[in-house]
């Protein structure tokens, strides 16, 4: 059965800072893999997706993720938080028509 | 319309009530997806349709909660008889194919 373990539940950044949310993954086969972002009372919005390729993928908002296949993980990363990136966020593992999600990671961004 | 659209927004239901959710996905998607968040927690899936047909059902906690899509575009979910349990944020997404899912802002359940 595939999974999503995201180990942080909360993490506070300076703002400036750089960020690395971590999301380690079970699945059996090629992993269709997601970082989804939630602010509060809204849906899910999708930051970046990996099928194949280049391991290193980039997405909007300045977020950039790498998929590591010997560590089964999936981290998401930002050189600079701005204030406007807290929220929660969550990463996914396909395949796309039925993704299991992890528990998320709240992203507090202190002045 | 410019993106999936749930109504209502909030939902408050007596124990036992039934309830209906609707789910307007992107125009021309074919895929939909309903998943249940509970307070706390990541999505978890309940259903999945390509066009009309409902592909997988294995998410649907148990035979209160029932789905169709029966012309292919708009969603209802439907759950009979609800429970606090069934107290989540419902959210309802939309894809082209095999790409990614756009989701809407939910539907949050409250039962009293």
């Known amino acids: 059965a595939q999974s999503v373990t995201q180990p942080d539940i909360h993490i506070t950044v300076s703002e400036g800072a750089s960020l690395e949310l971590r999301c380690n993954y079970s699945?059996?086969?090629?992993?269709?893999l997601f970082w989804y972002v939630q602010s509060p009372g809204q849906g899910l919005q999708l930051l970046l997706k990996?099928?194949?390729?280049?391991?290193l993928v980039q997405g909007i908002k300045g977020f950039e993720a790498e998929f590591k296949r010997s560590q089964s993980s999936f981290n998401l990363r930002k050189p600079s938080v701005h204030w406007s990136d807290a929220a929660e966020y969550f990463c996914?593992?396909?395949?796309?028509?039925?993704?299991?999600f992890g528990k998320g990671t709240m992203l507090l961004v202190s002045p | 319309g410019a993106g999936v659209s749930q109504s209502p927004r909030y939902k408050v239901a007596k124990r036992g009530q039934d309830v209906a959710l609707r789910c307007d996905p992107i125009?021309?998607?074919?895929?939909l997806f309903w998943y249940q968040q509970a307070l706390g927690q990541g999505p978890e899936f309940l259903t999945y349709?390509?066009?009309?047909?409902?592909?997988?059902k294995s998410g649907l906690p148990s035979d209160r909660f029932f789905a169709e899509r029966p012309e292919g575009s708009v969603s209802t979910l439907k759950i009979q008889r609800t429970q606090q349990e069934d107290s989540a944020v419902y959210l309802c997404?939309?894809?082209?194919?095999?790409?990614?899912?756009?989701f809407g802002q939910g539907t949050r359940l409250t039962v009293v």
């Open positions: 997404a939309s894809s082209l194919r095999e790409t990614e899912a756009f």
């Open positions: 699945y059996g086969a090629t992993p269709y």
């Open positions: 990996y099928f194949s390729g280049d391991t």
């Open positions: 996914a593992v396909g395949p796309y028509s039925t993704l299991t």
């Open positions: 125009s021309g998607h074919v895929s």
């Open positions: 349709f390509q066009n009309e047909a409902q592909l997988d």
